[in-house]
């Protein structure tokens, strides 16, 4: 049986790596995003985004498989490596962030409408929406909150 576990982000050293999960991540979902977008974010990735979030590093057996980045509430980020998909790591890290970094808030593209579906399976809402996502791309954002009718 393969063991899973979730640990706070050794820092710089492990970002090549997170990078990796995220480019797996993001080819595998995420088919409307120009190969140019993604290339730009992917380089902003280890400089820019993830030092600006607490990251979360979800391991089985010893090796990253996925990464969550929270700030203030707000989960920033949640990726698992597209060979994972399907076994309930998502779930776990969603629930780790909730539970151990207070997220109550995120927004996911609207385009990606499994992973809007899985937000919402797991009790999050959409209070919002913005035409653009926050650099000003042309990729329409649902802004998410948990529990938000309650």
């Known amino acids: 049986m393969s063991e899973l576990?979730?640990?706070p982000s050794i820092g710089a050293a492990e970002y090549?790596?997170?990078v990796t999960i995220w480019r797996s991540a993001v080819d595998a979902t995420h088919d409307f995003l120009a190969a140019a977008d993604r290339d730009e974010i992917e380089?902003?990735?280890?400089?820019?985004?993830f030092p600006a979030v607490v990251?979360?590093?979800?391991?089985?057996?010893?090796e990253p498989v996925g990464f969550a980045g929270t700030l203030d509430g707000g989960l920033?980020?949640?990726?698992?490596?597209a060979a994972q998909r399907?076994?309930?790591i998502g779930t776990a890290l969603l629930t780790y962030a909730i539970t151990e970094h207070g997220v109550t808030r995120l927004d996911v593209n609207e385009q990606n409408a499994l992973a809007a579906g899985f937000y919402a399976h797991r009790g999050f809402e959409i209070v919002g929406r913005s035409e653009t996502d926050e650099a000003?791309?042309?990729y329409p954002?649902?802004?998410?909150?948990?529990g938000a009718s309650s």
């Open 141 to 146: 954002l649902l802004h998410l909150h948990l």
């Open 16 to 18: 090549p790596t997170l």
């Open 55 to 62: 990251l979360s590093v979800v391991e089985i057996d010893g």
């Open 43 to 49: 380089a902003h990735l280890a400089s820019d985004y």
């Open 76 to 81: 920033e980020m949640l990726f698992v490596a």
């Open 136 to 138: 000003g791309r042309p």
């Open 5 to 7: 576990s979730i640990r």
């Open 86 to 88: 399907g076994g309930g």
